[in-house]
């Protein structure tokens, strides 16, 4: 199989990153991991790029006209697909628009409950029951484009912040792989 040449944007830890390298590895995986992009330059997830010898850049997200460098490079490495993997800026909208229906998101969240940012806190807080991650697609509206794969687990009382995070964690690693797969498997 061709495999689709994809860019993964991260913030941070990428520790999704480091799980879709790993799952990239798999000749009938759909993807490869053929660029790396993070607007944080002391991002852990960086290290990962640079262990499996995948090409990287930082952007400055307060520059001038940083979305046409992160496009210039898109295009410079023939991207075609693109996974946010603890991306924390808002993608602009020229991206969005070269990318219509190609840009995937994973969420810490089983969207459309928990938009945003701090989604541990404001789900202990209001006694949820459920939490999981959604993988969705990426649309002008943040975190709201249509949902591909959802994983959810029953909250225990006992649940702090951290337990669920972890929680969630594990089941991002399975559901972005799927996301991907179920992507792909239409074609
Ligand atoms: C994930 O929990 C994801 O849901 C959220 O940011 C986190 C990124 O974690 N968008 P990591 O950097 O992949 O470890």
């Not at 995948?54 to 490079?73: A, Q, R, V």
């Not at 807080?125 to 939490?131: C, D, R, T």
């Amino acid at each position: 199989m061709v495999k689709k040449r994809a860019c993964v944007f991260i913030s941070g830890k990428g520790s999704n990153l480091k799980n879709l390298i790993f799952h990239s590895r798999d000749n009938s995986f759909p993807i490869k991991i053929s660029l790396v992009i993070s607007n944080n330059r002391e991002a852990n997830g960086i290290n990962f790029a640079k262990k499996y010898k995948i090409p990287y850049l930082t952007i400055n997200t307060n520059k001038n006209n940083y979305e046409n460098k992160i496009l210039i490079n898109l295009k410079k490495f023939n991207i075609t697909f693109i996974c946010l993997a603890g991306y924390m800026k808002i993608i602009p909208n020229n991206l969005i628009m070269n990318y219509h229906k190609k840009i995937i998101n994973i969420h810490p969240s089983l969207l459309p409950k928990f938009k945003g940012l701090n989604t541990f806190t404001r789900m202990i807080k209001e006694k949820e029951k459920k939490a999981g991650c959604t993988v969705h697609y990426v649309s002008e509206k943040l975190d709201s484009g249509i949902s591909i794969i959802q994983k959810s687990f029953f909250i225990k009382n006992t649940d702090n912040e951290s337990d669920l995070k972890k929680k969630t964690q594990k089941l991002e690693y399975r559901a972005f792989p799927e996301a991907i797969i179920k992507i792909f498997r239409k074609y």
